[in-house]
C-alpha cells in the first residue's frame, strides 16, 4: 500500500467511527422526552390496583455482547434517565426496570442476562447518579415480550423498559415506610 491509500483509509476509518458515535448519541432519549412519557397519570383503586394504561418507555440501553457491561452509550442514556427520574414531576413515583433480550440462546439464559442487566441499570443510577435504591426494581423478562415479533433476533428487542409504578408497598414482609408517596401510600425498600 502506498501512502495515499493508507490515508484514504484512515479518513474513511474516521468518517464511519464519526457516522457511528453520531448514530450512538441520536439514538439517546432525552430526560424531557423521558419526562413526558412518564408523567401520565396513574390511577388506582381503594386496594391500590393501577386500573390505568401502562405508563412507561423502553430505553435502548447498550451493554457489551453477551454481558451486563455498560457501553458507554448505555451509560449516556441512563444519566438522562436518571436526570428525569429526580425531576420534579417524577421523583414521587416507584420505577420498574425490566430487563428484555432479542431470542438468541436459551430462554434460561436470556432470562438471567435480562435480570442481570436491569440490576446494572439500577446499580448504575444507585451508586453513579444517586437515586434512591427503593424507588428502582429490577425485573428480567429475557425474550418473553419481544419490541419486534417478527424479527426476534433484531436489536430492538434488546432494551430495557422503565415503568411507572407507585410507590405503595409491594411487599407485605417490609414493615418500615420511608417517606409518603404521592397517591397517599408509603414508601418501602423492595426486595
Given at each position: 500500500?502506498?501512502?495515499?491509500?493508507?490515508?484514504?483509509?484512515?479518513l474513511?476509518?474516521?468518517?464511519?467511527?464519526?457516522?457511528g458515535?453520531?448514530?450512538?448519541?441520536?439514538a439517546v432519549?432525552?430526560?424531557p422526552?423521558?419526562?413526558?412519557?412518564?408523567?401520565?397519570?396513574?390511577v388506582?383503586?381503594s386496594?391500590?390496583?393501577?386500573?390505568?394504561?401502562?405508563?412507561a418507555i423502553?430505553l435502548?440501553?447498550?451493554?457489551?455482547?453477551?454481558?451486563?457491561?455498560?457501553?458507554?452509550?448505555?451509560?449516556?442514556q441512563?444519566?438522562e434517565l436518571?436526570q428525569?427520574l429526580?425531576?420534579?414531576?417524577?421523583?414521587?413515583?416507584?420505577?420498574?426496570?425490566?430487563?428484555?433480550?432479542?431470542?438468541?440462546?436459551?430462554?434460561?439464559?436470556?432470562?438471567?442476562?435480562?435480570?442481570?442487566?436491569?440490576m446494572?441499570?439500577k446499580?448504575?443510577?444507585?451508586?453513579n447518579r444517586?437515586?434512591?435504591p427503593?424507588?428502582l426494581?429490577?425485573?428480567?423478562?429475557?425474550?418473553?415480550?419481544p419490541?419486534?415479533p417478527?424479527?426476534p433476533?433484531?436489536?430492538?428487542?434488546?432494551?430495557?423498559?422503565?415503568r411507572?409504578v407507585?410507590l405503595?408497598?409491594?411487599?407485605a414482609?417490609v414493615?418500615?415506610?420511608?417517606?409518603?408517596?404521592?397517591?397517599?401510600?408509603t414508601?418501602?425498600?423492595?426486595?
Amino acid at each position: 500500500m502506498n501512502k495515499r491509500h493508507i490515508q484514504t483509509f484512515a479518513l474513511c476509518a474516521l468518517a464511519f467511527w464519526a457516522a457511528g458515535l453520531a448514530q450512538a448519541q441520536e439514538a439517546v432519549v432525552s430526560a424531557p422526552k423521558i419526562i413526558k412519557s412518564l408523567s401520565k397519570d396513574i390511577v388506582l383503586d381503594s386496594a391500590g390496583a393501577s386500573h390505568s394504561p401502562a405508563v412507561a418507555i423502553d430505553l435502548q440501553v447498550q451493554f457489551a455482547f453477551n454481558s451486563a457491561e455498560l457501553l458507554p452509550p448505555g451509560q449516556r442514556q441512563l444519566d438522562e434517565l436518571a436526570q428525569a427520574l429526580n425531576s420534579k414531576d417524577l421523583v414521587g413515583w416507584g420505577f420498574t426496570l425490566a430487563g428484555h433480550t432479542d431470542r438468541v440462546g436459551s430462554a434460561d439464559y436470556n432470562l438471567k442476562l435480562s435480570l442481570e442487566r436491569a440490576m446494572a441499570v439500577k446499580n448504575y443510577l444507585v451508586i453513579n447518579r444517586g437515586l434512591n435504591p427503593n424507588r428502582l426494581e429490577p425485573v428480567g423478562l429475557g425474550f418473553s415480550q419481544p419490541a419486534n415479533p417478527a424479527d426476534p433476533s433484531a436489536a430492538i428487542n434488546r432494551r430495557v423498559e422503565v415503568r411507572k409504578v407507585s410507590l405503595q408497598a409491594r411487599s407485605a414482609s417490609v414493615a418500615t415506610p420511608m417517606a409518603p408517596a404521592r397517591t397517599g401510600g408509603t414508601l418501602v425498600p423492595t426486595p
